[in-house]
């Protein structure tokens, strides 16, 4: 957050209107939102903990991987794995945050399960998974950065993956919001 108070600053003085999260500012910024926990179904809890970050900065995406944990709440069995997927980031204004977008699971697998049933996982959890982390917030904007930023008649708009991190660019507020 004190990096957005920083940069927001700067471009009152005429310098860069985006604000830069670093590689190491991300990884805190998601660890924050996990261990996620949610039941799909009714019939499976789901946890999702311990995630890695890769920068896709050719595709403006992010790769992320997870342990992940299931429980079957019929038979009380559980099942430990791995859950990668890559996403895309969009701005929501309303709720001042830049979230998860257009997630696709690119790897799931659990230890322990029978050919038939980690086929079966393999698409059905992948559908799951996405939905349970489609929109998941990865930074908030403090509400006296968003404040000051329309001061300066500008909001958050295109948020891009680099090399280096994620840039969310501040942009006049008269332009479409993203």
């Known amino acids: 957050a004190l990096c957005g108070l920083a940069i927001?600053?700067?471009?009152?003085?005429?310098?860069?209107r985006v604000i830069r999260l670093d590689q190491a500012d991300l990884v805190p910024l998601i660890e924050r939102q996990f261990p996620?926990?949610?039941?799909?179904?009714?019939?499976?809890d789901l946890?999702?903990?311990?995630?890695?970050l890769v920068l896709l900065p050719d595709a403006n995406r992010l790769a992320i991987t997870f342990d992940v944990e299931a429980g079957e709440r019929i038979s009380g069995r559980r099942y430990r794995g791995q859950l990668a997927f890559d996403s895309a980031l969009r701005i929501d204004?309303?709720?001042?945050?830049?979230?998860?977008d257009q997630v696709r699971v690119t790897r799931l697998?659990?230890?322990d399960l029978s050919a038939p049933l980690s086929s079966l996982v393999d698409r059905v959890g992948g559908?799951?998974?996405e939905q349970v982390l489609e929109g998941l917030p990865i930074y908030r904007f403090r509400e006296q950065d968003l404040r000051r930023a329309e001061g300066m008649n500008l909001q958050p708009?295109?948020?891009?993956v680099t090399s280096r991190g994620v840039e969310i660019t501040l942009v006049p507020l008269?332009?479409?919001r993203g």
């Not at 927001?8 to 860069?16: E, K, R």
């Not at 204004?93 to 998860?100: K, P, T």
């Not at 708009?157 to 891009?160: N, R």
């Open 127 to 129: 559908l799951v998974a």
């Open 157 to 160: 708009g295109a948020v891009t």
């Open 109 to 111: 697998v659990f230890d």
């Open 8 to 16: 927001v600053g700067c471009a009152s003085l005429g310098g860069p």
């Open 47 to 52: 946890r999702i903990a311990t995630p890695s």
């Open 93 to 100: 204004q309303i709720g001042g945050a830049a979230r998860l």
């Open 36 to 44: 996620l926990e949610r039941r799909a179904f009714e019939l499976i």
């Open 174 to 176: 008269s332009q479409p």
